[in-house]
């Protein structure tokens, strides 16, 4: 492998991690808060829908970007009802939000488009544009250091920079604020917190809040970023992987950028390398492509023994009279 491939492979690795870590940034608030969110993979897609849907009515790729966050909110918004306020199988709830936005995208996206469940393709402005970082032309010529600024880190739109600016965001909020050490109790001992005068449903909401916030994100980038539209289930399984990166990071925010870093490496080499010819015997193009959900289980065997999550994950916080 050249330098010139090794960064095209690296500036994918990029881009196809964007929505798993912001995913993952949202299961880090959700389930550091005690609540475990299986839905990411709803939220995402609906998103999605929303974001490519309202972004092809309007051209605009912010008014799409909007309906995406705000459609992500709102199926938190129903997961939190469930999970919090009825005090429901917060694993159950989290399924069920997967397949109502499965079955709700291709329904709605038929009855507006009419083209088989997914949306006209988006161009001009409603789409995510590469953003130009200053001096990246000028320093191109410089040797190794200009390809890297140049194809790596420039030429990326804005919600890849909103991404990796998460990172450092996510662990100042959870460790270096009031709020945050407040949400990591609650997902700790939601009896404490409450002894203490704090509302452990209004902390568990908002993280709710702030995870669906994040999978808006993640989704709209999906549809209008990485992709030009909506198409069914355009997720794959992004939402799970995002979860299991969650695992393998241990519920903190700088290893979960290398997680997702690692899954994003695995789906563009998968992308960029199809029927390899390895000592005679080629490798099916499927075998490739299975590598991320691969890695997933393998990590999920390994490590959830070894990752502790938070004590108070998936239980309801009755409130002792």
């Given at each position: 492998?050249?330098?010139?491939?090794?960064?095209?492979?690296?500036?994918?690795?990029?881009?196809?991690?964007?929505?798993?870590?912001?995913?993952?940034?949202a299961g880090l608030f959700s389930?550091?808060?005690?609540?475990?969110?299986?839905?990411?993979?709803?939220?995402?897609?609906?998103?999605?829908?929303?974001?490519?849907?309202?972004?092809?009515?309007?051209?605009?790729?912010?008014?799409?970007?909007?309906?995406?966050?705000?459609?992500?909110?709102?199926?938190?918004?129903?997961?939190?009802?469930?999970?919090?306020?009825?005090?429901?199988?917060?694993?159950?709830?989290?399924?069920?939000?997967?397949?109502?936005?499965?079955?709700?995208?291709?329904?709605?996206?038929?009855?507006?488009?009419?083209?088989?469940?997914?949306?006209?393709?988006?161009?001009?402005?409603?789409?995510?544009?590469?953003?130009?970082?200053?001096?990246?032309?000028?320093?191109?010529?410089?040797?190794?250091?200009?390809?890297?600024?140049?194809?790596?880190?420039?030429?990326?739109?804005?919600?890849?920079?909103?991404?990796?600016?998460?990172?450092?965001?996510?662990?100042?909020?959870?460790?270096?604020?009031?709020?945050?050490?407040?949400?990591?109790?609650?997902?700790?001992?939601?009896?404490?917190?409450?002894?203490?005068?704090?509302?452990?449903?209004?902390?568990?909401?908002?993280?709710?809040?702030?995870?669906?916030?994040?999978?808006?994100?993640?989704?709209?980038?999906?549809?209008?970023?990485?992709?030009?539209?909506?198409?069914?289930?355009?997720?794959?399984?992004?939402?799970?992987?995002?979860?299991?990166?969650?695992?393998?990071?241990?519920?903190?925010?700088?290893?979960?950028?290398?997680?997702?870093?690692?899954?994003?490496?695995?789906?563009?080499?998968?992308?960029?390398?199809?029927?390899?010819?390895?000592?005679?015997?080629?490798?099916?193009?499927?075998?490739?492509?299975?590598?991320?959900?691969?890695?997933?289980?393998?990590?999920?065997?390994?490590?959830?023994?070894?990752?502790?999550?938070?004590?108070?994950?998936?239980?309801?916080y009755v409130k002792e009279r």
């Amino acid at each position: 492998m050249d330098f010139a491939t090794l960064l095209q492979v690296l500036d994918s690795t990029v881009r196809l991690a964007t929505p798993l870590l912001l995913a993952c940034l949202a299961g880090l608030f959700s389930e550091r808060s005690g609540v475990i969110d299986i839905g990411l993979e709803g939220k995402m897609l609906i998103a999605a829908f929303f974001s490519a849907a309202i972004a092809a009515l309007t051209g605009s790729v912010w008014m799409g970007l909007g309906a995406g966050i705000v459609s992500s909110v709102l199926l938190s918004g129903l997961h939190g009802l469930a999970s919090i306020t009825f005090r429901g199988n917060q694993l159950i709830s989290g399924v069920a939000l997967n397949f109502l936005a499965a079955g709700l995208t291709v329904l709605i996206a038929q009855d507006w488009f009419s083209q088989g469940g997914r949306t006209p393709s988006l161009m001009g402005a409603g789409r995510w544009e590469a953003i130009t970082l200053p001096f990246a032309e000028t320093l191109r010529a410089v040797p190794v250091l200009g390809p890297i600024y140049y194809e790596l880190i420039s030429g990326h739109s804005i919600l890849v920079y909103v991404a990796l600016l998460c990172v450092p965001a996510t662990w100042w909020v959870l460790f270096r604020t009031r709020f945050g050490l407040r949400l990591r109790a609650v997902g700790e001992a939601p009896e404490a917190v409450d002894t203490a005068g704090v509302s452990v449903v209004g902390l568990r909401y908002a993280a709710i809040v702030i995870c669906g916030l994040l999978c808006g994100l993640a989704g709209s980038y999906l549809a209008t970023g990485l992709q030009a539209g909506f198409v069914k289930d355009m997720t794959a399984g992004r939402g799970y992987i995002a979860l299991a990166a969650l695992i393998f990071a241990k519920w903190r925010p700088w290893y979960a950028l290398m997680a997702c870093l690692l899954f994003g490496l695995l789906q563009a080499v998968a992308l960029r390398y199809q029927n390899i010819d390895f000592g005679g015997i080629t490798i099916p193009v499927q075998v490739m492509d299975a590598l991320p959900y691969i890695l997933t289980v393998v990590i999920l065997a390994g490590f959830v023994g070894r990752a502790i999550p938070p004590r108070a994950g998936g239980e309801p916080y009755v409130k002792e009279r």
